[in-house]
């Protein structure tokens, strides 16, 4: 493991946020159910690849929904959440996962 | 310039957790064994080339260079080449270049990785090294990415999951034959679908798994029964999401496009393939990007249908140390072209293929080998 410093998440910051409220449809979907070790707090969760309005594809995690009511093509927008507890960095550190529109 | 290439010795380790042997070792014993098949002697190597990708991580060892130099007690240039799971093909190519420009006459083109020390979680880490920060950051796994792949294909072209679950069992079947492959027994499409999930729609059989293992491949200009016709690198995106497409890989179209004209061949005139099945849809993609199938009908050809695929068990069922692979998909075609696969030899093959994935795409090895008329 590489040495923990939160200069990284501090350097990263400008652009961390960049995904928050931006729209966009799902295209593909994974339950990870053997996470590696800096995600193994969470057991298992849902990670989306999503195609923007903008165009752009990115790739997040997802948030208020269960595996069962993911759809192809359902809306989706970016909402702050926090990623990890004691991540890399070594730091809370706060991103960007993507839930439903519509409530469900 | 343009020299031609052929291979002298080609020899693997058994693949597996072998928990008596350290980097070295499977190295060590490797490299003697293909010295023994050659009349090339170590003091005529002129240069190493050595794929291997996490031994930092999992052996806190850097500077191959210095270790292969006094493992050998040689003093040539040792030059390690890491480019995640294709770093054995990478460093194929590039001893194939060496030569084909006449800067070497014999090189040893050797790939090692010991993978079986650590935990999964933390494996599954230090792979993940090879993919894009914002693919880490969502907790993906190369699992999941492929799982991402599988998905999107199975939406595009209604491959079912029950087709899916066949190419692990096609692979097994092989493996079975190898007395070197880690997973030498059958399995079902059922085993398959049922086996715990990694990372949905893909089960733990579904995936290659954790492997300790050594190949090598001596190369020079001096004829010999088999040559290599052509061998072609390609490249694109670190990051799955920056692809034109989910359900194809870029630098794989492009690398196979110049290896078949490198060869002057066409797909169908490939008697064999090894390719890069670390999951059960990589081998149905790579149908596709290989000329081998058309788009959304890679199921047949990945299930042998037109040609022997992965006759060592592939990845699946062969094993998967990261570095050794490419140089083992090389073995492998050689093995079968001499007519000394045993159990599992098929019938006359003259020309084979090999397809070497790093990541989740972002570089790929396409190389040709023909066996020599007489």
């Known amino acids: 493991m590489y040495w923990k410093n939160p200069v990284r998440s501090w350097r990263r910051q400008p652009n961390r946020y960049e995904y928050l409220n931006q729209t966009g449809k799902l295209i593909s979907w994974t339950e990870i159910s053997a996470p590696p070790v800096s995600f193994q707090w969470q057991q298992t969760y849902l990670v989306g690849l999503i195609k923007l309005d903008s165009g752009e594809t990115t790739v997040h995690q997802l948030v208020e929904v269960s595996r069962d009511q993911l759809k192809m093509g359902m809306k989706l927008k970016g909402v702050l959440r926090k990623l990890y507890e004691d991540g890399p960095e070594g730091v809370i550190t706060y991103g960007v996962k993507f839930k439903p529109i519509k409530q469900i | ?374």
């Open chain 2, 1 to 374: 310039m343009n020299n031609r290439v052929f291979v002298q010795a080609a020899v693997q380790t058994k693949f597996g957790e072998l928990w008596d042997q350290d980097w070295t070792d499977l190295a060590q014993t490797v490299t003697q064994q293909a010295l023994q098949q050659t009349t090339i002697s170590l003091s005529q190597i002129d240069a190493i080339f050595v794929g291997s990708m996490t031994h930092a991580w999992v052996l806190g060892q850097h500077n191959l260079t210095g270790v292969v130099s006094q493992m050998l007690g040689v003093h040539i240039p040792i030059i390690p080449i890491e480019v995640a799971c294709a770093s054995g093909g990478v460093a194929f190519y590039q001893a194939v270049q060496a030569i084909q420009s006449g800067q070497y006459q014999r090189v040893l083109v050797l790939g090692v990785e010991k993978m079986a020390d650590v935990e999964s979680s933390v494996i599954a880490e230090a792979l993940m090294g090879a993919a894009a920060f914002e693919e880490r950051e969502a907790g993906l796994t190369f699992p999941g990415l492929y799982a991402l792949i599988a998905r999107a294909y199975m939406h595009q072209y209604g491959l079912s999951r029950e087709d899916l679950a066949q190419v692990p069992v096609a692979s097994h079947k092989w493996a079975k034959l190898n007395p070197l492959a880690q997973f030498p027994f059958e399995i079902t499409p059922e085993q398959v679908i049922n086996s715990s999930c990694v990372a949905s729609p893909l089960g733990l059989l579904d995936c290659s798994g954790v492997s300790d293992g050594a190949a090598v491949v001596i190369l020079s200009n001096k004829p010999a029964a088999v040559s290599v016709l052509s061998s072609q690198m390609a490249t694109d995106s670190i990051g799955l999401m920056s692809r034109h497409s989910m359900t194809d890989l870029k630098a794989v179209q492009i690398a196979a496009k110049q290896a078949y004209q490198q060869a002057k061949l066409k797909p169908t005139d490939i008697d064999l393939a090894e390719v890069h099945d670390c999951f059960s849809i990589a081998q149905v993609v790579a149908m596709e990007d290989l000329g081998l199938a058309a788009k959304g009908k890679g199921i047949e050809a990945a299930l042998g249908q037109k040609l022997p695929i992965n006759t060592s068990g592939g990845l699946k069922a062969c094993g998967h140390p990261v570095g050794a692979t490419g140089v083992k998909q090389v073995v492998e075609i050689v093995t079968q072209l001499q007519g000394q696969a045993g159990a599992r030899q098929i019938s006359h093959p003259k020309i084979g293929l090999t397809h070497n994935v790093a990541g989740s795409g972002s570089a790929a090895v396409v190389s040709i080998l023909r066996k020599e008329p007489g």
